[in-house]
């Protein structure tokens, strides 16, 4: 057999990362009410299914959106032989005025800097082609998005370099943290070509703030690197504070930047739900970045049956305004739902506004503070509670105990089973690791897995009765 090349045969994919592992958990058995009772429920897929019937409404009332309808075949012809790299113009006017709004008008989007790709992974890869060199590097603050491992680095042979952010400040970005990676960096012999952050956080649901934004502006400013703000989850705030683009920061009077430095990345994958129509968007200020972008964009184009349709939706000004606010309102409402549930049995997580996951806290579950641990946590998540969440060491989080678990992803039914499965397995294992005669003494009662648990639950809901053979937890160590 012909040897294949390096590409082909090398592993950057990523596809041994265990947050690629739970999602073929989930492909062999996945949950199904009927079906698969006992099947795994997919929390590690960060998908908004939460408006699609809003969204079908405007879809029934609007046939002529489509091609495949009476009302809209007259455009087939026309859909099906355009080809242009630069997109449909209405494509663009529509996207580019979407992206403001979804601002809150306090940006403006030059549609001819809308560059089409196939999704965000294209429009990530595209931006790197666009920047760096095989060899070179960008800086990524952590946790981040595992997927950037693949859509960065795979085929480009850029490196990431990570900035490591602590959760003693809930993971902020530093001054500190930027300079600590530059310097790591250059003693490695990296030429770091940029800075990519994302904002709203994947995976912290969490988004920066103007001081923080400032910071990072000026630190790529003064490094001459290039800035990659990754806004797809923009719409997805759904509580204050209120979003703020980079876009925003460099209009500012206090702010000196070289917008040659700056592009975006979006996609209507997370903000709209759409990840099937692949809607990847590159915005840059630099005309050659524009230029070249546009012309790697025919590897990756968005079919014109999708731009046909999107823009019909998104020129409906009435549909985008009442979208973005039902969009933000029912995330609200499962975020506060799934939030709340989780503390009813002492399990906490990361303050967050924004995105369609929580960064759940579980080092009180680890049997010890390390990476080894949190495996041995996560994989009795999957096989014993059978659900598929992502530990944060794939995030390149490096503080073990931290899990990204995705909550807009499926209706409220399958929700209140995942609770409750969370629920069983925090109890069982909480019944199980207390020793009898420590449950009579209320005030000193202190549960733990293999570490001290302070508080987790109230001593009313325990039983003394709970044999310790039944928590899987301790058949994991054994």
Same mark, same amino acid.
């Given at each position: ?43 590690? $897929? ?12 405007? $879809? ?6 489509? @091609? ?109 943290? @930027? ?24 995976? @912290? ?74 809607? !990847? ?27 046909? @349709? ?37 399990? !906490? ?130």
């Amino acid at each position: 057999m012909a040897a294949m090349s390096k590409i082909a045969t090398g592993n950057g994919h990523g596809e041994n990362s265990p947050y690629f592992d739970g999602w073929k958990a989930y492909e062999t058995n996945p949950f199904h009410p009927i079906d698969r009772p006992d099947g795994v429920i997919q929390m590690g $897929l960060a998908e908004n299914q939460l408006c699609f019937d809003f969204i079908k409404k405007w $879809l029934i009332k609007h046939p002529e959106a489509s @091609l495949c309808t009476a009302q809209g075949v007259n455009k087939f012809k026309e859909m099906a032989l355009f080809q242009d790299y630069h997109g449909m113009p209405e494509f663009r006017r529509a996207v580019a005025k979407f992206m403001g709004k979804v601002r809150g008008g306090r940006v403006k989007f030059d549609p001819d800097r809308i560059v089409m790709s196939g999704g965000a992974t294209g429009a990530h890869e595209t931006v790197a082609f666009c920047l760096a060199d095989p060899g070179e590097a960008f800086l990524v603050p952590t946790p981040y998005y595992p997927g950037f491992d693949r859509d960065l680095k795979w085929r480009t042979g850029v490196e990431l370099v990570p900035v490591h952010c602590e959760s003693s400040n809930n993971f902020k970005i530093t001054k500190d943290a @930027l300079e600590a990676a530059y310097v790591k960096a250059q003693e490695a012999n990296l030429r770091v070509k940029g800075l990519l952050v994302t904002n709203p956080s994947n995976p @912290l649901g969490t988004i920066l703030d103007r001081e923080t934004l400032k910071n990072v502006v000026n630190f790529i400013n003064e490094k001459n690197i290039h800035l990659i703000g990754d806004e797809i989850y923009a719409a997805t705030v759904f509580m204050e504070p209120e979003f703020v683009s980079i876009l925003e920061i460099i209009e500012e009077d206090d702010v000196e930047c070289n917008r040659d430095l700056i592009h975006i990345v979006y996609s209507l994958s997370k903000d709209m739900g759409f990840p099937g129509f692949r809607v !990847g968007i590159v915005y840059s200020y630099n005309d050659a970045v524009v230029s070249c972008a546009r012309k790697m964009s025919s590897f990756g184009l968005v079919s014109s049956q999708t731009q046909h @349709l999107i823009a019909s939706m998104l020129s409906d000004d009435d549909f985008v305004e009442d979208f973005i606010a039902e969009s933000k309102d029912l995330l609200f409402k499962r975020h506060k739902n799934f939030t709340w549930s989780l503390s009813q049995v002492g399990i !906490g997580s990361l303050k967050s506004n924004a995105g369609l996951f929580i960064w759940m806290d579980l080092r009180k579950l680890l049997r010890e503070k390390t990476f080894e641990a949190e495996m041995e946590l996560w994989r009795v998540i999957i096989n014993e509670v059978k659900l598929n969440v992502s530990p944060g060491s794939s995030f390149h989080c490096h503080e073990p105990g931290w899990f990204r678990v995705c909550f807009a992803n499926m209706d409220d039914n399958t929700m209140a089973v995942a609770l409750s499965r969370i629920r069983t397995f925090v109890l069982k294992n909480n019944e199980a690791m207390v020793p009898p005669r420590k449950l009579c003494r209320r005030s000193s009662l202190k549960l733990s897995l293999s570490r001290r648990m302070d508080d987790l639950m109230s001593p009313s809901i325990l039983s003394p009765h709970s044999p310790l053979p039944q928590s899987p937890l301790v058949q994991a160590r054994t």
